[in-house]
C-alpha cells in the first residue's frame, strides 16, 4: 500500500511538470509571434524538431508561416511531413 502511495505521488507531480510545461511553450509561442523571422531563424536552427512543433502547434494561424519561413527549405519539408502525420 505504501508503494502505491509513493508511486501516486510520484506521478501526480510527472503530472503537474507536464502542465507547467505545456503553458511555457504557450508562453514561448506567444513570443515568437511577436519576433520578425529574421530574429528567430537562428534560434530555431538550434531547436529540436519536437520543439518547434509543440511551438507551432501554440503559434496562432496568421503567425505559423512566419515559423516555417525561418526554417531552412529542408528543415521546412521535414517539419511539414511531421506535422502532416
Known sequence: LQFKTSRIIALEKNVSKLK???VSIKDLAKTY???KVADIRPILERL???TIIALYKNMGSRTKKN???ALSD???AQITKKLAG
Do not use: G
Request: aromatic share 0%.
Open 48 to 50: 529540436d524538431d519536437k
Open 67 to 69: 515559423l516555417i519561413q
Open 33 to 35: 509571434e511577436t519576433m
Open 20 to 22: 507547467d510545461q505545456k
Open 74 to 76: 529542408t528543415r521546412a
